[in-house]
């Protein structure tokens, strides 16, 4: 049965006067009531578009329509064959780019809300069944463990002829990539430089748009799986690649983020009241989870400046309101309709007040004889001609400066990954665009070393990085099964 109704079921959501005093996630969930019934909005159309915009493939229209019938446990296992994190992926893909922008029934009438409904999925699953299913991977988890304390060759042992690999990076690429291999049987570490594991989605991404609880089950799944995590370590300094194949390991998959934060030439923009968004949202992240303080010049600021305008921005914004700004002005060189941030983004930042200054080159930091921030002189812009990316790059107006006033610069430029990992081979594994340099499977120039998600790609979306890791994943199978294949 299909329900015709041209709206969507509204997702629960916090009142903007009440959300924008918390860290509480902004959006709820669907009762089963309204999953079902947006479910069955679902025409399950012959070319299925809402798969061929999605960057994994994703089976949309089946498990849409097990939610349609209650089939819930099915759903979710349906998704899992495409991705080992649908409970991020349903709170933070940009899916009105994606599936949900492509979905027919978007063409008359609002498309099928298939991130509610896949969100949904993926916490009744945590909800209702997933404790059976921990109890059952407890055991073999325990042996990988006792086994990697002894070594190598212990691990290789435990893990039967499948082999082992180093994953350099926590994010969603390297939790990716852990996650395919060891349910095909390797033994897998994985690296890396911060003290807890989970990157993006535990230093970059509000508290109210993905809850810490999420990320944190599913880095246990992987805990209980038998992913050993070695925090605190930097590939490139402590350990090098080299080093961890000399060590003994079969391959090593790279997922380092874009770590190297963009910035702007202009005058006074290493001020102390100039930090990055990553940064910026870090700080917040850890003291929401009382692991941390932000510091004083983040916390107390009252007029937060954000240049950029995609999803990073618009979090910013939400973050700084929280923190108890009075104004929050996002400046853009282009119209904020040419960012990529999403509508429903855009729509809540200016639901909390955030403020649009669009067709502005940000051309100087403003500073007191202290050294203190004061605001941020600009110049008007025009659109010109066509870039590489399809967009027209703006024209500065000259003449046309404007002051914004501001005690806080956030700059959410997007970033770059770092190539440090490498140590002496940084120069042979990076490619001209500053990334490394890999195929589409996910192999590098280095025999034995893979890579994927924003270190091959550039900064992305979470489920771009997502597939990397996956393809990897296969890439590195094959590589280790055609090596001891070759060595009998």
């Not at 998704?79 to 940009?94: E, F, L, Q, Y």
């Not at 929280?322 to 996002?330: C, D, N, V």
């Not at 046309?400 to 430029?413: E, R």
């Not at 499977?441 to 550039?458: L, S, W, Y």
Request: charged share 25%.
């Amino acid at each position: 049965m299909i329900n015709y109704d041209r709206k969507r079921n509204p997702q629960p959501t916090q009142k903007p006067e009440i959300r924008s005093t918390n860290f509480e996630e902004a959006s709820g969930n669907y009762t089963k009531e309204q999953a079902v019934a947006e479910a069955m909005r679902c025409f399950n159309c012959r070319e299925h578009p809402c798969m061929e915009a999605c960057p994994t493939s994703q089976r949309i229209p089946e498990f849409i329509a097990c939610v349609a019938r209650g089939e819930f446990e099915a759903a979710y296992e349906i998704i899992r064959t495409r991705s080992c994190m649908p409970a991020i992926c349903g709170r933070v893909c940009p899916q009105e780019r994606q599936c949900e922008g492509h979905c027919t029934r978007g063409n008359k009438g609002e498309a099928v809300k298939i991130g509610a409904l896949e969100r949904f999925v993926a916490d009744w699953h945590e909800k209702n069944v997933k404790s059976a299913d921990a109890e059952q991977t407890s055991a073999a988890a325990e042996q990988l463990t006792s086994a990697a304390e002894e070594g190598l060759a212990d691990v290789k042992t435990a893990a039967g002829s499948c082999g082992v690999v180093a994953i350099v990076g926590t994010g969603p690429a390297g939790l990716a990539c852990a996650e395919s291999l060891i349910s095909r049987g390797y033994a897998v570490t994985v690296y890396d430089a911060l003290d807890r594991p989970g990157g993006v989605l535990t230093y970059g991404i509000p508290q109210f748009r993905l809850p810490g609880p999420v990320v944190q089950n599913l880095i246990g799944d992987l805990k209980t799986a038998g992913v050993e995590f070695r925090m605190n370590t930097w590939v490139g300094e402590d350990v090098t690649v080299e080093g961890l194949l000399s060590d003994g390991y079969d391959a090593v998959f790279i997922g380092v983020g874009a770590e190297k934060r963009n910035t702007l030439d202009i005058p006074n923009i290493d001020a102390l009241q100039v930090v990055s968004a990553y940064d910026y949202l870090a700080q917040i992240n850890a003291s929401v989870e009382g692991l941390g303080e932000v510091e004083p010049a983040l916390k107390e600021a009252k007029h937060v400046v954000i240049v950029g305008a995609g999803n990073v921005s618009m979090d910013v914004s939400h973050s700084a309101k929280r923190m108890g700004a009075e104004s929050m002005t996002i400046v853009y060189h282009r119209s904020v309709a040419d960012s990529a941030a999403t509508i429903e983004e855009l729509t809540q930042a200016q639901e909390e007040g955030v403020t649009l200054c669009e067709y502005a080159a940000p051309a100087a930091i403003l500073t007191d004889e202290t050294g203190n921030v004061t605001g941020i002189e600009c110049l008007k812009t025009v659109p010109g001609q066509p870039d590489e990316s399809g967009r027209r790059a703006p024209v500065l107006v000259e003449g046309s400066n404007f002051v914004v006033p501001a005690d806080l610069i956030i700059l959410a430029l997007g970033a770059k990954p770092e190539g440090s990992v490498f140590g002496a081979e940084e120069q042979e594994m990076m490619s001209d665009r500053g990334v490394v340099a890999a195929n589409e499977d996910g192999e590098t120039r280095h025999p034995g070393v893979f890579a994927g998600g924003d270190a091959v790609i550039g900064a992305a979306t979470v489920v771009k990085a997502m597939k990397g890791g996956r393809t990897a994943a296969e890439s590195i199978d094959e590589y280790v099964k055609a090596k001891y294949a070759s060595a009998s």
